[in-house]
């Protein structure tokens, strides 16, 4: 089997972007002379939570934020494209899969990092072989690489797997591991061959980029640099571009209501795949009690919860993908745990714990989206005889997924590139986010048979399985997937907004600035 270019294009998710201050922004504003050339981005972000981890080096980072910058800086090999969902070539001009065990990629001729060194096969392979075994933070997903072999023509690499799962690299090289650092690269330091190149960092503060000249695509970047900006707050970031102090934010359902109707800021939606849920250590009692669980997913007011932080904006969750992911939505499974407090306590009796217990849930501290979730959760379990402690955390991943302190967690799983990360990294064994590390080993098993799919339709079966598991044995208690946003001047134009996962939806090489900017 041999498949060139767009192949195996897995979460065939139709994702659709309305877009209020985009659309054709850009292309109008360049035919009137209107971009500056000279102009820097300020982009708010919290660079203090857990959602960032201040490593700034791909097989270093800990975070789904860290990509916010770490895109930029290094690029990626594959682009995933969120109006087709399919992989895309980027750094890498094509790709072929070879076997289902065998992978070859090709770079596009004569690109530079950063530092002035070649981005061929022989930094591709350097590159890899770091990533794929430990420390590497990517060596769970990049560890099935079994060895990477330059191509005579100095821009090719073979790539060799130790399991059937070509087909699902395409769009694992579309995330942090297909992000390439130059051998000079550090923590401290960054270099990659994205389209911007790092200048400076002060550590939960500000980060600086600039636009690198020797970009495959510089031509059409339009930003002179970006400024990444802390701020504590999705509701102060919003209120900062309002006032002008800033000219982007990641949106937040609530958060955005002072850009409703502001004459000066638009705001870019999107239907995508991130969901709020409740992340259980299914090691602990009573939490490793399947009726426990399934009480549970009966007790929790997903619409409650969802109205409450983005009113309007969401789609409930059922399961860990949304609707619009064809090939990996099970619709059987829709109502199989409905709002019933009546229900809850049939569970509850069947699983033969008494009433009342207590738990512990670890929300993200100073963040009052997630100690709203908690508080509704609370009252919720209250109703079946479940008291439960708030106990936030400045550092979740020590907290509760290291240290095992708490029952579970109010939190947001970001989309990945690839769907099967979902299942990979919290169904499976020895993962961070499998806190109970105690699941099915037939989820495995499902996994597996969709890594050696060649197509999305040849991995639906194992989808299937693998959902209905979880599901069934109710491993998690799925909330709601929000509308994403992303808040800006008006004199932020694009005519590609790519806005797919929290923290990964802006391609800023894509985005400009009018003339407009005072």
């Known amino acids: 089997m041999k498949r060139r270019f767009l192949v195996a294009a897995f979460g065939a998710a139709i994702v659709a972007v309305s877009v209020t201050g985009g659309g054709t922004a850009l292309a109008q504003s360049k035919s009137k002379g209107k971009i500056n050339p000279n102009a820097r981005l300020e982009f708010g972000m919290n660079m203090g939570g857990g959602g960032f981890s201040q490593r700034l080096q791909p097989d270093r980072m800990t975070a789904i934020c860290d990509a916010i910058v770490g895109s930029q800086v290094f690029g990626t090999l594959v682009r995933r494209d969120v109006k087709t969902n399919k992989p895309v070539p980027n750094l890498a001009e094509s790709w072929d899969i070879v076997d289902p065990s065998t992978f070859k990629i090709t770079l596009r001729k004569g690109l530079t990092f950063q530092d002035g ?4 096969a022989a930094a591709l392979k350097r590159d890899l072989d770091l990533k794929r075994v430990a420390p590497s933070t990517l060596a769970p997903t990049l560890g099935v690489i079994s060895e990477v072999v330059p191509d005579a023509d100095g821009r090719t690499v073979t790539i060799k797997l130790s399991q059937p799962v070509a087909g699902i690299m395409p769009l694992t090289f579309a995330g942090r591991e297909g992000m390439i650092a130059a051998a000079s690269s550090t923590d401290q330091k960054p270099v990659g061959a994205g389209p911007f ?83 259980l250590n299914t090691s602990k009692p009573p939490l490793d009690n399947v009726d426990f669980r399934r009480a549970m997913n009966y007790a929790i007011d997903k619409k409650a919860i969802a109205e409450a932080l983005f009113p309007g ?52 501290a100073n963040n009052p989206n997630f100690q709203r979730f908690a508080e509704i959760v609370q009252a919720n379990l209250k109703e079946i005889g479940v008291e439960l402690t708030i106990a936030p955390s400045t550092n979740l991943l020590q907290t509760f997924f290291r240290d095992k302190q708490g029952d579970f967690v109010t939190t947001l799983w970001p989309a990945r590139p690839d769907p099967s990360v979902t299942i990979q990294r919290n169904f499976t064994p020895n993962q961070v986010t499998n806190s109970g590390n105690n699941l099915s080993l037939e989820i495995p098993t499902a996994l597996a048979e ?27 208690v799925p909330i709601f997937f929000p509308v994403l946003s992303n808040v800006h001047q008006k004199y932020v134009v694009s005519d590609d907004w790519q806005v797919y996962g929290s923290c990964q939806g802006v391609d800023f090489s894509k985005v400009a600035i009018t003339t407009k900017k005072k």
Not at 117 to 120: I, M, N, V, W
Not at 336 to 361: D, I
Not at 453 to 463: F, K, M, V
Request: charged share 25%.
């Open 117 to 120: 060194t070649p981005l061929d």
């Open 197 to 279: 190149k790092f200048d400076s960092q002060v550590v939960g503060q500000e980060i600086k980029v600039s636009k690198f000249p020797n970009y495959w695509d510089a031509k059409n970047v339009k930003l002179a640099g970006i400024d990444y900006k802390n701020l504590d707050t999705a509701q102060n970031g919003v209120l900062a571009v309002v006032a002008g102090d800033l000219d982007m934010v990641e949106g937040a359902g609530q958060a955005n209501a002072p850009a409703e109707n502001d004459p000066n800021t638009a705001i870019e939606r999107a239907t995508g795949a991130d969901y709020w849920k409740l992340n």
């Open 313 to 364: 904006n969401y789609e409930l969750a059922t399961q860990s993908y949304p609707k619009t992911f064809v090939d990996q939505y099970q619709k059987d499974l829709e109502g199989r745990y409905p709002y019933s407090v009546k229900k809850a306590k049939e569970a509850l009796a069947k699983s033969g714990v008494k009433t009342p217990v207590t738990l512990t849930v670890v929300p993200p």
């Open 450 to 476: 969709i890594q050696a799919a060649d197509t999305p339709a040849a991995a639906r079966a194992g989808y299937k399985k693998a959902v209905n598991i979880i599901v069934d044995q109710a491993y998690e």
